[in-house]
């Protein structure tokens, strides 16, 4: 079975700073691994995507995300946030090889600060 | 990607009512997807829905409390039977495998229920 871990509930950061969102994951067999980000009432939105290939992958907004097999983790970067990425951050693993479900990790609250 | 409407946006119900969420594709897609969210929660699948065929429920979740229609490839409905203020929470459906395998899931906005 897959799992995730998402190391913080809450992080806060001042406007302009750089900001790193922790994932780790669990999984004996090949798995995808993803990063959506939540903004007050509305549905998720896809913001990064590892499926293979290049570790580093980026995403929309300015994020991006690196893919260490050896440390099973998925950490989600920005080098400068502004107000607008205040959101809920869910980092989720499916198995390879098709649209399999999504397991996601409990969230990580981002809070940016003016 | 895909456009994904869901309907209600939200709603208020008695205990013991039903409750019925349609979830409407601009594209066919083989695979839709149903998840909770409780509240202050992340997202649990409910259940698998592939036209054609039985939906398939995660552990956890039976038939009879959220049957699910996949009538044809843009739509899906869930149902939230005999309802409980514990089944208050966001309700989303997903979908992936609209043309190119990319392997993603893209969720509708979600419908918000309170059940008093």
């Known amino acids: 079975a897959q799992s995730v871990t998402q190391l913080d509930s809450q992080v806060p950061v001042f406007e302009e700073a750089p900001v790193e969102l922790r994932c780790n994951y669990s999984?004996?067999?090949?798995?995808?691994l993803f990063w959506y980000v939540q903004y007050p009432n509305q549905g998720l939105q896809l913001l990064l995507k590892?499926?293979?290939?290049?570790?580093l992958v980026k995403g929309i907004n300015g994020f991006e995300a690196e893919f260490n097999k050896s440390q099973t983790s998925f950490h989600l970067r920005k080098p400068s946030v502004h107000i607008s990425d205040t959101a809920e951050y869910f980092c989720a693993v499916s198995l390879s090889g098709g649209y399999n479900k999504l397991i996601f990790g409990a969230g990580t609250r981002l809070a940016v600060h003016p | 990607s895909a456009v994904i409407s869901q309907k209600p946006s939200r709603d208020i119900c008695q205990r013991g009512t039903s409750l019925t969420i349609q979830c409407q594709v601009d594209s066919q897609v083989t695979m839709m997807f149903w998840y909770r969210q409780q509240p202050g929660q992340s997202l649990t699948l409910i259940a698998t829905a592939n036209q054609g065929s039985e939906a398939t429920y995660e552990s956890g979740f039976v038939i009879d409390k959220f049957p699910i229609s996949r009538p044809n490839l843009t739509f899906s409905t869930l149902t939230v039977s005999n309802m409980s203020p514990e089944d208050s929470s966001i309700y989303l459906c997903s979908v992936g495998g609209s043309g190119r395998a990319t392997y993603e899931q893209y969720f509708g906005p979600g419908t918000r229920l309170t059940v008093t």
């Open positions: 590892y499926l293979s290939g290049s570790t």
């Open positions: 999984s004996s067999v090949s798995v995808y």
